[in-house]
Every structure is written in structure tokens, then in C-alpha cells.
């Protein structure tokens, strides 16, 4: 691979190709599983289908095992960056609390979560284009208070210190 196949973050061709290929598998295992179809998942949410339980604990298996081996086994980089594998330490804060709740709101009155969105537009479900328009101004909407509010904390300090 040569200089200009990388781009300045250190990923190349084959890192993207790779991310491909898992969203290929993610959305293929979301229509086989039929957890892109909405009505599957809000049978979920209200206790009449268990399946997407299995679905999502399979996933979490099968992705726990692969960071397992990923930090333990091999030699702690990532084979396509060879970046080291670090921990990203989280405490729950109001943040994880308040956008969980948000995030536990929208699902339960669309039906969907935002990977199976896309996967239901695969499968031809196109109304679910309103949903998934709807994230995006959601989190524009997020983003721009909350850089509206970081101007104003950044404001209030200057004129604090006076």
C-alpha cells in the first residue's frame, strides 16, 4: 500500500472496505432476524416477542469475544490501523441518563432504532425515511444547543473573570 492509499488518520483502502463488509453483515443479519421491521421490535418493547433479546444478546456475545481476543490475544493494535486498543472509561452522568431516556422515548414511538432504520429501507420499508430524517434533526438540533450553550458558559467565564 503506498502513501497515497492512506489518508491522514492512518486508514486506508482496506479499513473502509472492512466497514463495509460489517455493515453489509449487520444489516443482512437485521433483515434475517426481522428486527428491521418495526412492528417486530415494538412487539419487543411491549413484551410480546423476546426475540430481538436473543438477537441482541447473540451480538453482544459474539462482539465481547472478539474485543476479548482483539486486546488479550493479539497484540493489542488493531490490525487494519495498528492503533492500540484503549479502554474508554465512562462514568453515568446526567448526559448518558437524559439522552438514554430521549433515545428509550423515540424508540418506543418509532418502533426503531437507528441501525435497523436503515436496514428497514432495504427491506422497502420507505416510510421509515421520516424516522430517519427525524435522528438527523434531532441531533443537529442536539448539537446546535449544546454548542449554543457552550458559547454561553464560554461568555459567562470571560466576563466572570472581570
Not at 443479519?29 to 415494538?42: D, F, W
Not at 486486546?71 to 472509561?89: E, I, K, Q, S
Not at 424508540?107 to 432504532?113: A, D, N
Not at 416510510?127 to 449544546?146: C, E, H, S
Amino acid at each position: 500500500m503506498s502513501d497515497s492509499d492512506v489518508e491522514p488518520d492512518g486508514r486506508g483502502g482496506a479499513f473502509h472496505a472492512v466497514i463495509l463488509f460489517g455493515g453489509i453483515l449487520f444489516g443482512f443479519g437485521l433483515g434475517v432476524s426481522r428486527m428491521a421491521r418495526p412492528e417486530v421490535v415494538l412487539d419487543f418493547l411491549q413484551l410480546q416477542d423476546l426475540g430481538l433479546l436473543f438477537v441482541m444478546g447473540g451480538a453482544a456475545v459474539v462482539s465481547a469475544l472478539t474485543f476479548h481476543i482483539g486486546t488479550n490475544v493479539l497484540d493489542r493494535r488493531a490490525p487494519l490501523t495498528g492503533r492500540a486498543y484503549t479502554r474508554r472509561v465512562r462514568e453515568m452522568d446526567r448526559n448518558v441518563l437524559v439522552g438514554g431516556s430521549i433515545f428509550g422515548v423515540g424508540w418506543g414511538l418509532s418502533g426503531i432504532c437507528p441501525g435497523a432504520a436503515y436496514a428497514s429501507v432495504g427491506i422497502g420499508n420507505w416510510p421509515i425515511l421520516w424516522a430517519i430524517g427525524g435522528m438527523f434533526l434531532g441531533a443537529y438540533a442536539q448539537g446546535f444547543a449544546r454548542s449554543k450553550l457552550a458559547e454561553r458558559d464560554a461568555g459567562t467565564e470571560v466576563t466572570g473573570a472581570d
